[in-house]
């Protein structure tokens, strides 16, 4: 799935046909929403960053093209957008929610009737490569084919094998329901005459090899810039502030260049690599949102040598910082109420100097979500905590019981405290905004939108009658939390003894969540405390291996 790194500027643009344009427009005034559309469609689809290698990686020369296809497609993560909640593979039937309405995804599987089983190996190559599809309609930009055009065609093509060797899936294409003027597609044909450079990838004769490898995972198929890169006022993703970090869906995507300061530039290569690998790594700390997503689905997936080919690019790029020195004294008056809240409710974990406990907590100092040019990120982790990953903890939503100008004030104390120089920039306002958005394994969403268990093994478990996981969690009262903890973490340990630590705190984090979110007896502002509180149990259960 899924939420993306590098387009590098300089190519020339293609000649303008705004001619051919002018008559389906009719109106003038439809013009600059059509190109408009996609400054706010192309962040909504939140495919992942860094995704997939396009080149066979060293060791996969002895591939044959379906399984290089299918290395391709699930570092691609084709599969987070064309797959519906509960629908098959690749049949599509998703909605991706834009501001002007949802667009629907197509099916992929090789079905002849409703996917793409028609499709030839031209037409195939010109949908990723160009944009157009196999009737000449121009596709909306939320398809990344700005990024898809560097693939050669031979990686496109293996795609196109291993899609065509999976099973068909009869699923007609659900209606889009974009509003009008946004339903005009002719509208994407000058978008795509003003920032569409295709060509394929060509490795820069004086870069090394794993260099320019990078460079085409991360400008190719990676299409890492569709979160990282900056935005012009049309949308222009694949060519503004390359790498510069950018909003992202009410997230923030952080500056991946190589500046020291609020890029990767401080972290060694190993730590970014274990970042790619793991989403954590001891300074660069804890991935969230989409980042997580997408390491969990896609990064994680790749050969190491192609996560190192990834690093030394990042590494080889230009320093680009996001922001200028005059922006970090803003808002300097709020660090001692910042710091309040920073005693109050964070130090126990993160410690004074905001350095975190090895292993467990995640340094502060340093973070590169902290020293994003935007506090999106910091905002939605205080309001709906962080899940457990690898090794670590998993973060309570602590700003659940915070009003919105405590959460801005300890957000600005962060991100001034320590070294950290990022600019003290969150209000209030912005915390009004995130709140009803931010939602985890670790806070009961809006309307009790508590997440499902997603790890199959752990899913049949937990949800087994028999096993009594169920029965133990809607029995447990405040009083009986560690009992029950030792109770169903043994459970699930001798049932699944491979699944990893983190897995099984937020599988049985989220299997409570409707427990307590539906019982009347808690009050509606201890629910999240409850929630968390359990969850810290577990965790700690596992970490003790049941020796407290």
């Known amino acids: 799935m899924a939420d993306r790194e590098a387009e590098k500027a300089g190519r020339a643009r293609s000649s303008l046909r705004i001619a051919s344009f002018l008559p389906v427009l009719l109106l003038p005034v439809l013009l600059l929403p059509v190109l408009l559309l996609p400054v706010l469609l192309l962040p909504v689809l939140l495919l992942p960053v860094l995704a997939a290698p396009i080149h066979a990686a060293p060791d996969q020369s002895g591939q044959d093209s379906v399984s290089r296809g299918e290395y391709l497609a699930d570092l691609g993560d084709c599969a987070s957008c064309h797959t519906a909640h509960d629908g098959a593979k690749f049949a599509g039937g998703r909605y991706m929610p834009t501001p002007f309405g949802p667009i629907s995804t197509p099916n992929i599987t090789p079905d002849k009737e409703t996917g793409i089983g028609n499709l030839t190996d031209d037409q195939f190559y010109r949908v990723l490569h160009a944009g157009i599809g196999p009737n000449g309609e121009h596709l909306y930009p939320v398809m990344p084919y700005p990024w898809y055009t560097k693939v050669t065609r031979d990686d496109v093509l293996a795609i196109k094998a291993y899609l065509f060797s999976l099973q068909p899936v009869h699923a007609p294409r659900k209606p889009s329901k974009l509003a009008f003027p946004f339903n005009i597609r002719a509208g994407l044909t000058v978008w795509d005459d003003l920032f569409l450079r295709q060509g394929t990838f060509q490795p820069d004769p004086s870069k090394s090899a794993e260099i320019n490898r990078g460079a085409y995972i991360v400008e190719g198929l990676g299409h890492c810039g569709e ?49 790619l690998k793991t989403g954590v790594s001891p300074g660069m700390g804890v991935a969230t949102g989409p980042m997580a997503e997408t390491i969990h689905e ?4 790749l050969t190491d040598a192609d996560l190192h080919a990834i690093v030394a690019y990042l590494k080889s790029t230009p320093a680009e910082p996001s922001y200028v020195s005059a922006e970090r004294t803003a808002f300097i008056g709020r660090r001692p109420l910042g710091r309040q809240v920073y005693l109050n409710n964070c130090a126990s974990c993160h410690q004074l100097n905001g350095a975190g406990i090895k292993g467990s907590v995640p340094s502060l100092a340093d973070n590169g979500a902290v020293l994003a040019d935007g506090p999106d990120d910091v905002i939605r982790v205080i309001l709906g905590g962080i899940e457990a990953q690898g090794s670590y903890a998993p973060m309570p939503a602590v700003g659940a019981g915070m009003t919105d100008q405590q959460i801005a004030d300890v957000t600005n104390y962060l991100r001034q405290s320590w070294g950290n120089e990022a600019p003290p920039n969150a209000g209030p306002g912005d915390v009004g905004i995130l709140r009803p958005k931010s939602f985890t394994a670790m806070s009961i969403g809006p309307n009790g939108q508590c997440p499902k268990v997603v790890q199959p093994d752990l899913a049949t478990v937990i949800n087994d009658p028999r096993s009594g996981v169920t029965d133990a969690l809607q029995a447990m ?58 969850s810290e149990r577990v965790y700690s259960e596992l970490r003790s291996g049941g020796r407290e």
């Not at 900056?230 to 949308?235: A, C, I, P, Q």
């Not at 896609?298 to 997936?301: A, E, H, M, P, V």
């Not at 043994?490 to 990893?500: C, D, E, G, S």
């Open 227 to 275: 979160c990282h890169n900056g935005r012009n006022l049309l949308g222009d993703t694949p060519w503004a502030e390359a790498l510069r970090g950018g909003p992202i869906e009410h997230w923030y995507a952080p500056n991946i260049t190589s500046d020291i300061r609020d890029g990767i530039g401080k972290y060694t290569d190993d730590q970014v690599f274990a970042f």
């Open 298 to 301: 896609s990064l994680r997936k």
């Open 477 to 534: 009262t405040v009083d009986t939390v560690l009992q029950t903890a030792e109770k169903v973490v043994a459970t699930v340990k001798a049932a699944v003894p491979q699944a990893n630590q983190a897995d099984i705190v937020n599988s049985l984090t989220i299997a409570y969540c409707p427990i307590v979110e539906a019982d009347g007896k808690i009050p509606a502002d201890m629910k999240v405390a409850a929630l968390d509180h359990f």
